[in-house]
């Protein structure tokens, strides 16, 4: 069942270069013992390897978000999935325009 998110994920309309496209999320979670956010992952569907990046989080940090950069090969979505503490998910998406493919191939 997926859950109401309040996000944010912040990623460029169009990356120049694939190679190092930045990414950022902030998640509105309560980060208590009874609802907080577990596990973010970052998803990329047009890369070889889809799978770009597993965030862990606890009570214990207060909050939910994170800065990284990621490559991306084409064009193509960016999906953040959250995962609760409760086994709900929550997610949200961002199309990148790349115009040099950062994956090689």
């Known amino acids: 069942m997926l859950k109401k998110l309040i996000y944010f994920l912040d990623v460029p309309e169009i990356a120049e270069n694939g190679n190092q496209v930045k990414v950022s999320f902030d998640i509105d ?19 070889p390897a889809p799978n770009v990046a597993k965030f862990s989080f606890s ?10 950069r990621m490559r991306l090969s ?32």
């Open 29 to 47: 979670s309560p980060m208590t013992n009874d609802d907080f956010v577990k596990t973010v992952y970052l998803l990329a569907d047009g890369n």
């Open 59 to 68: 009570t214990d940090m207060g909050a939910c978000s994170a800065t990284t």
């Open 74 to 105: 084409k064009t193509q979505n960016v999906y953040l999935l959250a995962e609760y503490n409760n086994g709900k998910f929550a997610m949200t998406k961002s199309k990148v325009k790349v115009t040099i493919g950062g994956c090689g191939g």
